[in-house]
């Protein structure tokens, strides 16, 4: 039988963080019958942004590949969110879609990736069913200088009524 999605996370050495504090009037994620969809989430551990900064080649900009691992930090964290929405990280049974957002420094066009390391997190944590449709889109600039920003869509194993949100 193969491993569920929280014994794969435990063989990665991998512990799901507290679901980060909305630095805005949204939510971390939302349900709507048997899909969650995050907001999009940043590379933070422990409350920190890990880095700040744009991605490309220049000498302070921060390299494809530091970003590829900030990459796979906020989707841990868009995983913590997903979970909490869906009553736990076994009730998600397919990720659906990932967007990830590069802050790219002018010519920059390596965004795909970057946003790879989110993907392979994913497919790591989830096996075949963490397999997905994928944006990777270059933009000038995210919230508090982040250099990436990792979104996704899942599926659950059950449906609920449509989540209500009250204003915040």
């Known amino acids: 039988m193969d491993a569920s999605p929280s014994e794969r996370l435990a063989a990665l050495g991998i512990t799901l963080p507290t ?4 630095v805005g009037a949204y939510l971390p994620s939302i349900r709507s019958g048997s899909q969650v969809w995050t907001s ?13 900064g744009h991605v490309g080649d220049g000498p302070d900009d921060v390299s494809a590949e530091d970003a590829a691992v900030l990459a796979r930090v906020a989707c841990l964290n868009a995983i913590a969110a997903a979970a909490g929405a869906a009553g736990g990280l076994d009730r998600i ?5 990932v967007v990830g957002y590069v802050a790219s420094a002018r010519g920059f066009t390596a965004q795909p990736s970057v946003v790879n390391g989110a993907s392979h997190l994913l497919a790591e944590v989830f096996g075949d069913a963490g397999r997905h449709a994928r944006s990777a ?15 996704i869509v899942v599926e659950t ?6 989540d209500r949100v009250a204003e915040v």
Request: glycine share 10%; net charge negative.
């Open 137 to 151: 889109v270059g933009v000038a600039a995210l919230p508090l200088g982040s250099p990436v920003e990792i979104e």
């Open 40 to 52: 999009g989430q940043l590379p933070f551990v422990d409350g920190v942004l890990l880095r700040t």
């Open 157 to 162: 194993d059950r449906v609920v009524e449509t």
């Open 19 to 22: 679901v980060a504090a909305p």
């Open 93 to 97: 049974t397919r990720v659906l879609k």
